[in-house]
């Protein structure tokens, strides 16, 4: 079993940045996918970002690339999001998830565990 934990979300202005966080329980965090994924209230939960187990590989929804950037820390079991010139349109519940393997993957049912989830709120 593993337990995810957001955190670092909130409300920033257009142009801004933030870091989301998300602390993994369990001693099997280094060999597994790891996964960023937002949903908007009345639409389906997307892809966001993903990050291979060792950290080497990362894989980015077009509407982020360039802009987020997904990164890990093994020995602290702990997955980041960088979030950089944030616009209005990526307001969302953001939600870590992992995989059972160690390479990427896109789609939403590729991931077993997910977090409770953090809010972010970019204002125009």
């Known amino acids: 079993q593993v337990h995810l934990v957001e955190s670092g979300g909130g409300s920033v202005q257009a142009g801004g940045s933030l870091r989301l966080s998300c602390a993994a329980s369990?001693?099997?965090?280094?060999?597994?996918?790891m996964g960023w994924f937002r949903q908007v209230p009345g639409k389906d939960r997307e892809f966001a970002a993903a990050?291979?187990?060792?950290?080497?590989?990362?894989n980015y929804a077009d509407s982020v690339k360039g802009r987020f950037t997904i990164s890990r820390d093994n020995a602290k079991n702990t997955v980041y999001l960088k979030m950089t010139s944030l616009k209005p349109e990526d307001t969302a519940v953001y939600y870590c998830?992992?995989?059972?393997?160690?390479?990427?993957?896109?789609?939403?049912?590729?991931?077993?565990?997910w977090g409770q989830g953090t809010q972010v709120t970019v204002s125009s």
């Open positions: 998830a992992a995989r059972e393997w160690t390479t990427i993957r896109t789609a939403l049912t590729e991931y077993v565990y």
């Open positions: 369990g001693p099997t965090f280094s060999s597994r996918a």
């Open positions: 990050v291979s187990a060792s950290g080497a590989n990362a």
